[in-house]
T-cell receptor
Framework: AQTVTQSQPEMSVQEAETVTLSCTYD???????LFWYKQPPSRQMILVIR??????QNATENRFSVNFQKAAKSFSLKISDSQLGDAAMYFC?????????FGAGTRLTVKP | DGGITQSPKYLFRKEGQNVTLSCEQN?????MYWYRQDPGQGLRLIYY???????QKGDIAEGYSVSREKKESFPLTVTSAQKNPTAFYLC???????????????FGPGTRLTVL
């Protein structure tokens, strides 16, 4: 079974600084999707960014970007110019067809 | 506005009772999913449905049941057979997608179930 590992239970960043959240996954597939979701205190899961495995170019969405290393099975999220509203749990997820796997999450704190 | 609604937001159940969690979407998505979230853990898949009148078990289906009579609705029943049902439950939906590429899942606001 595919597994997703987030090795950082908690991270902290100063407002306006940059932070990188780590994610590794295990799969024997070559085509799949990877996602980062944000879960603020409201507990609503919000899509941050997604990456198609067949694309070599790293996905970016405004202040959010990923470093996708397919051979290393690594998918880190970089948040630039961190804002107080970025404070949340962040979940990395893998998907192939209907098989969707989530990591245990990283709690990000943003200090003013 | 298009989206996914879940009700109720909070639900309390006595031991031995069955309860049903509602999930409705107006995104015209074919696929719907139920996840369970426990503290310190990621989401775990309970059931999913790719089309009306069809659904499959996920990783932790024991003690749960679902139905999919309408495209818009995918209710989850937590039965008395579920030994530890206290958790946060999230419903999601997505387009069905073509293999091997499947589309993004969008989530509802969740239901917090507590067993008294």
């Amino acid at each position: 079974a595919q597994t997703v590992t987030q090795s950082q239970p908690e991270m902290s960043v100063q407002e306006a600084e940059t932070v990188t959240l780590s994610c590794t996954y295990d799969t024997s597939e070559s085509d799949y999707y990877l996602f980062w979701y944000k879960q603020p205190p409201s507990r609503q899961m919000i899509l941050v960014i997604r990456q198609e495995a067949y694309k070599q170019q790293n996905a970016t969405e405004n202040r959010f970007s990923v470093n996708f290393q397919k051979a290393a099975k690594s998918f880190s999220l970089k948040i630039s110019d961190s804002q107080l509203g970025d404070a949340a749990m962040y979940f990395c997820a893998y998907r192939k067809f209907q098989d969707m796997r989530f990591g245990a999450g990283t709690r990000l704190t943003v200090k003013p | 506005d298009g989206g996914i609604t879940q009700s109720p937001k909070y639900l309390f159940r006595k031991e031995g009772q069955n309860v049903t969690l509602s999930c409705e979407q107006n995104l015209n998505h074919d696929a719907m999913y139920w996840y369970r979230q426990d503290p310190g853990q990621g989401l775990r898949l309970i059931y999913y449905s790719q089309i009306v009148n069809d659904f499959q078990k996920g990783d932790i289906a024991e003690g749960y049941s679902v139905s999919r009579e309408k495209k818009e609705s995918f209710p989850l029943t937590v039965t008395s057979a579920q030994k530890n049902p206290t958790a946060f439950y999230l419903c999601a939906s997505s387009t069905r997608g073509l293999a091997p590429y499947t589309d993004t899942q969008y989530f509802g606001p969740g239901t917090r179930l507590t067993v008294l």
